[in-house]
């Protein structure tokens, strides 16, 4: 499967910010989706993940109560609403893929090419 993200910009720090990410080839439904993040300097890191069904999802502890990760199978699509933004959340945002909530938590089959997320003070 393919994944392309995009929605990145920059915004004030308390702004809001919707990154999308459409995927294309196999069947989107089946599996579970992610978005990981790489601060300059740091490596990347988990943010949040939903299964196929949207019935579950995951955050770090970071995003908890500030973002909400959502997917749209009818349209092939991910996406993460980042509201209350930090000066901390700066960052590529990347977008991943994995046959389960494990595998796209800890070690994503496929990966996004990343949209660049920046929060001013």
């Known amino acids: 499967v393919q994944l392309q993200a995009s929605g990145g910009g920059l915004v004030q720090a308390g702004g809001s910010l919707r990154l999308s990410c459409a995927a294309s080839?196999?069947?989107?439904?089946?599996?579970?989706m992610g978005w990981f993040r790489q601060a300059p300097g740091k490596e990347r890191e988990f943010v949040a993940a939903?299964?196929?069904?949207?019935?579950?999802?995951r955050y770090a502890d970071s995003v908890k109560g500030r973002f909400t990760i959502s997917r749209d199978n009818g349209k092939n699509t991910v996406y993460l609403q980042m509201n209350s933004l930090k000066p901390e959340d700066t960052a590529v945002y990347y977008c991943?893929?994995?046959?389960?909530?494990?595998?796209?938590?800890?070690?994503?089959?496929?990966w996004g090419q990343g949209t660049l997320v920046t929060v001013s003070s």
């Open positions: 939903i299964t196929w069904y949207g019935g579950i999802t």
């Open positions: 991943a893929v994995g046959n389960t909530m494990v595998v796209v938590t800890t070690n994503p089959s496929s």
């Open positions: 080839g196999r069947t989107f439904s089946v599996y579970a």
